[in-house]
């Protein structure tokens, strides 16, 4: 299938809403569509509309947009994940996010790890 033409609203920072569209899209935690995924991502319902029937192409032409937003999730996660475990981590948990920047899920002790499921506070907030 090849591209349909591109609103002209959507052409104004086309990468920009892409990237907005992707960072709702690999929290994997709404249906896209849903109108909420729709309303974090800001972009009006017609550029949103024509970004969910053409993602594959859009992809194609902007190859980068996926690791992009992986790359700017795994940041935000990472200081998210900081934040909390210096204020609710164990002794040790603390200490290893104090040594590492880019502390993972995966360095934290099984009891920090739980801890961290169960908090229902917004941890993935992107801030857009
Ligand atoms: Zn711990």
Redesign the pocket.
């Known amino acids: 299938m090849c591209l349909k033409p591109i609103p002209k609203e959507l052409q104004e920072k086309l990468e920009e809403k892409l990237i907005r569209y992707e960072l709702v899209r690999q929290q994997g935690k709404y249906n896209m569509l849903d109108k909420k995924a729709r309303e974090l991502t800001g972009l009006s319902e017609a550029e949103y509309m024509y970004i969910v029937s053409n993602y594959e192409e859009l992809m194609n032409k902007y190859p980068y947009t996926k690791a992009k937003v992986k790359e700017r999730l795994n940041y935000i996660m990472s200081a998210n994940l900081s934040k909390y475990i210096a204020i609710n981590?164990?002794e040790?948990?603390r200490q290893q996010v104090c040594e590492k920047l880019d502390v993972s899920i995966d360095d934290?002790?099984e009891?920090?790890k739980q801890k961290l499921k169960q908090d229902t506070s917004p941890l993935f907030d992107t801030g857009t």
């Open positions: 981590g164990c040790k948990c934290l002790c009891e920090c």
